[in-house]
């Protein structure tokens, strides 16, 4: 939930609550009042009976019911005039007022003597919660009517209030992921300004670590290229002059291997999205595809492995190169990993807009920690003790997060039917053919 929505709930929660607690407060002040009032006119009325001419001997009609006000005038014990609901003991009641059942409901009873004559006067109480209800209720019916009005101002001034935060969060949302200039904004709010200040000093260091992270690796790679490769003219001419031997060997492997390391270095130092997307154009995942399996052929009939690659051509907006890399570092690693005849699947399908590339393998697959972990630079799944025995340099599949990256693509690592580990890579959005 935003700010904004939190804000303008905690508001109106709090103004409803205040309006029901004046209700409530109302209430009892109006009924108070009230009961005050109609006990006042409880003894102006009975008064008013007292002096009314009636005798015993010549009785005066009855007065035309209410039901809103009962009555009874007594003189000597016997009833001289009243209504019919009214049936007292008045041997049982004290002057006064009283609160009395009387016809099946309550009733608020004033019980008037003299030494002559004795009047009662009784009135519903329903009558007083009425009153007391058409108070209250014409006293906060405007407020509860101003409630939906009162909620858009707040609303309003709430979002008036956050909208330098709003700014705030478009200019950021709009940012690339490689835009470390500084926020140029001169804001008057003191609960802004810290805030963009502590920005650029953050973006200001990621900036620096981020230039030294890019440019160290590629620096270092490129530097060790020339030493490595008159290393290894060195050792070929040492072995064409002395022999193979076992330690020459072991020598050429490992400068093998160490190459190998530099060129993944390289290219994990020129997968960045922002430099690839400027070249793109319509390339075709299955003549790439193909032109991959060619390349590792010689690998892949090394270890007699079956490969099947199947499904509908599609093209993508793309760059050659960096599909060429995604696509043979996935495929290396099948061939690396399953075992010898073994079996790789690559399938190309289409799924409304996404359009999809899978490759799957009968090796041993991964664990689910395994999945999590393998797109971490230098990671190598069982490392140099796998059961395949395979070298690597634990680079290629930190490569294939950054090239998906590139392409705004998604990859998903599942167990394959073939036993081993199932690749899908999503692109979102292809033109098919």
Not at 10 to 27: D, E, P, R, W
Not at 156 to 177: M, W
Not at 273 to 297: C, H, R
Not at 389 to 400: D, R, S, T
């Amino acid at each position: 939930m935003s700010i904004r929505k939190r804000l303008t709930l905690i508001l109106l929660s709090m103004m409803v609550l205040t309006c029901f607690l004046a209700l409530v407060k109302g209430y009892q002040k109006s009924m108070s009042h009230g009961e005050q009032l109609l006990d006042s006119e409880l003894k102006v009325v009975a008064g008013v009976l007292m002096q009314q001419p009636l005798s015993i001997n010549a009785m005066a009609p009855k007065m035309q019911e209410s039901a809103q006000l009962l009555y009874q005038i007594w003189q000597s014990g016997e009833l001289l005039s009243g209504s019919d609901e009214l049936n007292l003991d008045l041997s049982q009641y004290q002057a006064g007022f009283q609160t009395l059942n009387i016809a099946g409901q309550r009733m608020r009873v004033f019980v008037f003597a003299t030494s002559l004559r004795t009047v009662i006067v009784a009135e519903p109480i329903a009558k007083r919660f009425e009153l007391a209800e058409a108070v209250i209720l014409s006293a906060m019916l405007p407020m509860l009517w101003a409630v939906p009005l009162l909620a858009l101002f707040i609303s309003f001034f709430v979002k008036y209030a956050l909208a330098p935060l709003t700014r705030l969060s478009k200019q950021l949302a709009l940012r690339q992921a490689n835009d470390f200039t500084a926020i140029n904004w001169q804001v008057t709010d003191e609960e802004i300004k810290p805030v963009i200040s502590r920005l650029n000093d953050l973006f200001k260091r990621v900036e620096t670590a981020y230039l030294r992270e890019r440019f160290f690796a590629s620096d270092a790679a490129h530097e060790l290229r020339t030493p490595l490769s008159s290393l290894k003219i060195n050792v070929h001419n040492l072995a064409a002059q002395q022999g193979d031997n076992q330690e020459l060997q072991a020598m050429t492997q490992g400068i093998n291997r160490l190459t190998n390391i530099v060129e993944q270095m390289l290219i994990l130092g020129r997968t960045q999205p922002e430099q690839w997307q400027k070249q793109f154009k319509e390339q075709s995942l299955l003549a790439i595809t193909q032109e991959v399996v060619s390349q590792l052929y010689e690998k892949l009939e090394a270890k007699n492995h079956t490969i099947s690659l199947e499904g509908d051509d599609f093209t993508i907006n793309g760059d050659e190169f960096t599909l060429v890399t995604l696509i043979s570092n996935l495929l290396s690693n099948a061939i690396k990993y399953a075992p010898a005849n073994g079996q790789i699947k690559i399938t190309l399908k289409q799924m409304h807009r996404q359009r999809i590339w899978q490759i799957e393998d009968s090796g041993p697959g991964m664990t689910d920690d395994q999945k999590q972990r393998i797109f971490n630079r230098f990671y190598r799944v069982g490392g140099d003790q796998h059961p395949s025995g395979e070298q690597g340099a634990g680079l290629g599949m930190a490569i294939v997060q950054h090239i998906i990256a590139i392409y705004s693509a998604e990859i998903n690592l599942t167990d394959s039917d073939l036993g081993g580990l199932k690749v899908q890579v999503v692109f979102a959005g292809a033109k098919c053919d």
